[in-house]
């Protein structure tokens, strides 16, 4: 009897283990196929050389990795960062009072703004950048309204400034909603007693709010940036030939090109930097 009293749990335990490794078998599945597999494809033409008419040649090099300090492709990798950083930093500028505000809402009108903030993706994304080629072109709607009031036409698309506002008016959302469930969690006791201790509303953002929200701001700050730069479309569609960034220069040598090995290491130097800042969010979360 005491036997059979001990074989039950021991039969349980391995009726959980089995349902756990069958409802995780699905996702481990896709992961190891669509993840990790390309990643370990990617990772290894790195060290190949590319073939005469394309393809890879499975002799082994390092001459792509020294390829990437070429000024050539090390100004777009370094002109990418430095777009990626700027439509960050201003969807965060945008982004926090945003969300602050619609914290702030009763309930009813919270859910109103979410979904006016999550509007656009029910949009098709190509649709919405074709939108913004109609409003920033010489015979465009803005210009079109400058025009009224005598002002000349303004160089608005193909240049810079057209695909970080593409890349943020894309990836706005993505920094509101991490931000706004940051804010929301928050007790609004702690800001009342910095209040109630003399500090002003600025020393209670500074000490108080934005320590506490942090990792909203981190998490935002990464789903903005990481999609930011390895977009292609956007900066081909309102960077024009005046513009290329780092996804474009990869899917060039993928798809144009037709030079694997050296896309591959593009690749993974955006793999190594986004690894990083993934560190480095990680180890700030912490800390907060």
Do not use: C
């Not at 465009?140 to 890349?167: C, H, M, Q, R, W």
């Not at 990481?226 to 309102?238: C, H, K």
């Not at 144009?256 to 593009?266: K, M, N, V």
């Amino acid at each position: 009897m005491e036997s059979k009293v001990k074989a039950l749990p021991a039969s349980r335990s391995r009726g959980r283990r089995l349902g756990a490794f069958v409802f995780l078998t699905p996702g481990l599945t896709y992961l190891l196929v669509l993840l990790l597999v390309p990643l370990a494809l990617v990772l290894s033409y790195t060290v190949f050389q590319r073939g005469r008419f394309g393809g890879v040649v499975y002799e082994f090099t390092t001459e792509n990795f020294s390829r990437l300090l070429d000024p050539l492709y090390f100004d777009v990798v370094v002109q990418s960062l430095k777009i990626a950083v700027l439509t960050t930093v201003i969807a965060l500028l945008i982004g926090y009072p945003t969300a602050y505000l619609i914290a702030q809402l009763p309930r009813k009108w919270k859910t109103i703004a979410l979904v006016a903030v999550v509007l656009p993706f029910w949009t098709n994304f190509i649709i919405r950048v074709y939108a913004w080629i109609i409003l920033l072109s010489g015979p465009g709607l803005i210009n079109s309204a400058l025009n009224v009031f005598g002002i000349e036409p303004l160089e608005l698309l193909y240049n810079d400034g057209a695909i970080v506002t593409g890349l943020l008016y894309s990836y706005l959302p993505l920094m509101v909603l991490p931000l706004y469930a940051a804010i929301e969690r928050l007790d609004p006791q702690l800001r009342e007693a910095s209040a109630n201790l003399g500090a002003s509303a600025f020393t209670t953002f500074r000490k108080v709010t934005l320590p506490l929200t942090l990792p909203g701001v981190l998490t935002g700050s990464m789903f903005v940036f990481v999609p930011s730069l390895g977009n292609f479309v956007i900066p081909e569609l309102l960077g024009g030939s005046k513009s290329i960034m780092v996804g474009n220069l990869i899917r060039q040598q993928f798809l144009t090109a037709r030079d694997w090995p050296f896309g591959s290491t593009l690749a993974l130097a955006v793999i190594a930097v986004l690894i990083v800042l993934l560190m480095i969010q990680a180890w700030v979360t912490r800390r907060a």
